[in-house]
């Protein structure tokens, strides 16, 4: 509510969750859901999307950084 009453509008988080070793120790995952287990089991895991991403996001700047040092030269010499 806070944040709709400061910037008036709306906020929808689009979320989607699962549990990647199953709702158990006794569930297995590959044997009730197989279509979706095996889908699980392609997608990389949370740490490996957020570190690929911190690199991107390093990388970027550092490209933002170096343009933006780098000194401009004329054509005329």
């Known amino acids: ?3 709709r009453r400061r910037f ?6 689009d979320l989607v969750g699962y549990r990647r070793h199953g ?7 590959a044997y009730t859901q197989p279509l979706m287990a095996a889908r699980i089991e392609q997608q990389p895991s ?5 570190a690929r991403a911190a690199r ?10 170096r343009t933006r040092s780098t000194p401009r030269v004329d054509d005329d010499g």
């Open 56 to 65: 991107s996001r390093r990388a970027s700047s550092r490209r933002r950084t």
């Open 8 to 13: 008036c509008t709306d906020v929808v988080i």
């Open 46 to 50: 949370v740490r490996e999307q957020y």
């Open 1 to 3: 509510m806070a944040f």
């Open 23 to 29: 709702h158990n120790e006794q569930d297995e995952a």
